[in-house]
């Protein structure tokens, strides 16, 4: 046993992590998916501007790359910046919510209201106000999307402190910020990260929404912009291969900020420990 | 006699679900002394901790700190570890020190003394899910003695752990008590641990909670072995056993 690093278990190399089960499980479906899709469109002769065939959508998304992919990172700043805003303002509304229970009880409602009105009708009003100014509109779009799962989650991780450490701390004779910053911040810390991780794909969405009702309008176009356009022009293909980056990206979004989550949460956590063999 | 410390006068504690959890109880804690406080589940012995640390406060009667400065200086092991699942065992033993606005550079020689003495040398930087029950009340004990307090409260701090363990720690602690001349007021379900380490025993009882004896163990310390095989050692576990019985008087389990 090490003397600086008592009983930490071995971290599993790489490539231990991609032949593992929760690897080639999902990926064993996909490609039974995709060989039933292919064998589908080939069987029932469906034309290709009704349902292309997976090989025909791949070859789509090479030949498009360049267009693609800028109009994929239109579309990832407008998330990138919703959901940094999301998490940052999330955070900051919740500890307001802490600091006095009448700022929680006369405003949580109207995050609950912004929840869950439904963002495609508020969408266009948005758009229209802010006419001037279309990626801020976007970015504030997919706010609304995103934010709502951090206040929520990061509220409830704050009052979920432990008794005995609250006694603790009281018995410590600490001030409500330090009180704060050492024992409810880190208490709520797993309940904030389960909240990111639920609105990073929020964001995505809500960007993607957002691009909808905007429209083709505006000169920097994203990923929406594209889907749209192809399937007015019933260029099916390219559809599906935009489709397919959204997909992709959300997909990442997910899995990097799981990751983020083990790393911060490995150590302590009961949700990020892995299981001793 | 000892100079009192603490005095509860006729407190009595009743929470909001209608519970008595304390009825009239009075009791004077010396200065220097080390008090156990023993009874059944659920007699009041936690509650007793929570007023004297001031964490709630008597319905009725009075809890009067007959030296006042010790009020700022006192130090609570609670039932389990309570520690921060996020901080290494350093940094939880380190959190008082830094609550109190002491740098790092000056608490550490501190911590690392608190850590040697409880024995946890070597896993300053694991996390108390890597620890067994006993490291961690140990750690916990750990964070509670490096502010150097002059009153100690613990709470059943040994009551999870098998009986070597606890030994080992009863002796550690009564060796501290010794040097440091501590207040130090204890709770345990335990009758051989409360002869073996007080200077006085305080017997509850439940259904309400009260004291219903109070004994003094007069052994000269430091303790060993040979007490525990004594005559008298016998004798004061009878008397400790007899009032708990009369303390579960009322109560009769079918
Ligand atoms: N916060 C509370 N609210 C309501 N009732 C409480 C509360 N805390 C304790 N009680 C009640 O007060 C009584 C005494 O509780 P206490 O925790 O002091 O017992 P105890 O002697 O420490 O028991 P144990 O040995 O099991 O720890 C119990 O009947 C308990 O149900
Ligand atoms: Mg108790």
Redesign the interface.
């Known amino acids: 046993m090490s003397?600086?690093?008592?009983?930490?278990p071995a971290r599993r190399s790489l490539i231990q992590r991609i032949v593992s089960p929760d690897v080639l499980a999902p990926l064993g479906v996909g490609v039974l998916f995709l060989l039933a899709w292919d064998a589908f469109v080939q069987i029932s002769g469906l034309p290709p501007y009704l349902l292309p065939r997976p090989g025909l959508v791949l070859q789509t998304l090479i030949d498009n790359w360049n267009e693609l992919f800028a109009s994929l990172m239109v579309t990832l700043q407008i998330t990138v910046v919703a959901f940094l805003a999301a998490a940052i303002s999330g955070v900051g509304i919740s500890v307001l919510f802490t600091v006095n229970k009448w700022i929680e009880r006369s405003l949580f409602p109207y995050a609950v209201i912004l929840q869950t009105t439904p963002l495609v009708a508020i969408a266009p009003l948005i758009v229209i106000w802010l006419k001037e100014n279309t990626f801020g509109a976007l970015v504030l779009c997919a706010w609304i999307a995103a934010f709502f799962p951090v206040v929520a989650n990061t509220t409830l991780g704050l009052n979920s402190v432990?008794r005995?450490?609250n006694?603790?701390?009281?018995?410590?004779?600490?001030n409500p910020w330090?009180r704060l910053i050492?024992?409810r911040l880190?208490s709520a810390?797993p309940y904030f990260l389960g909240g990111l991780r639920i609105s990073g794909g929020l964001s995505l969405i809500g960007a993607v929404v957002a691009e909808f009702v905007a429209g083709t309008g505006g000169a920097k176009s994203g990923i929406a912009y594209q889907i749209l356009i192809s399937s007015y022009n019933l260029q099916i293909p390219k559809m599906f291969a935009a489709l397919l980056m959204v997909t992709s990206l959300g997909i990442l979004i997910f899995i990097g900020l799981s990751a983020l989550s083990d790393r911060l949460l490995r150590?302590?956590?009961e949700s990020a420990?892995k299981p001793e063999s | 006699m000892l100079q009192p410390a603490i005095t509860l006068s006729h407190v009595t504690k009743v929470f909001s679900t209608g519970t008595i959890a304390l009825q009239d109880v009075s009791l004077t804690v010396g200065d220097g002394e080390f008090l156990s406080l023993v009874g059944p589940s659920g007699c009041g012995k936690s509650t007793i901790l929570?007023l004297i640390?001031?964490?709630s406060l008597p319905t009725q009667g009075d809890l009067c700190w007959q030296i006042p400065e010790y009020r700022?200086e006192?130090?609570?092991v609670?039932?389990?570890a309570?520690l921060?699942?996020?901080s290494t065992v350093k940094e939880n033993i380190r959190?008082?020190l830094?609550?109190?606005g002491i740098s790092r550079a000056e608490s550490d020689q501190l911590v690392d003394e608190a850590i040697e003495l409880v024995g946890l040398t070597?896993?300053e930087?694991?996390?108390?899910?890597?620890l067994s029950g006993g490291m961690r009340m140990r750690a916990s004990i750990a964070r509670a003695i490096v502010t150097q307090p002059k009153v100690l409260l613990m709470d059943e701090p040994f009551g999870a752990l098998d009986e070597i363990t606890r030994n080992k720690l009863n002796e550690d602690v009564m060796q501290l008590w010794h040097q440091k001349r501590w207040t130090v007021i204890f709770v345990t379900h335990n009758i051989y641990e409360a002869v073996y380490l007080s200077t006085r025993v305080a017997v509850m009882g439940v259904n309400p909670g009260r004291i219903v004896d109070e004994l003094q163990i007069d052994e000269p310390y430091p303790r060993s072995e040979a007490f525990r095989q004594s005559a008298q050692f016998g004798q004061y576990r009878h008397r400790l056993a007899t009032a708990l019985a009369t303390g579960m008087g009322s109560v009769s389990i079918l």
């Open positions: 003397r600086s690093r008592p009983m930490f432990d005995n450490l006694n603790l701390f009281k018995l410590y004779n600490t330090q050492y024992l880190p810390l150590d302590w956590h420990i | 929570s640390a001031g964490l700022q006192l130090a609570f609670f039932q389990d309570a921060l699942p996020w959190l008082p830094k609550l109190a070597g896993f930087k694991a996390f108390p899910r890597q």
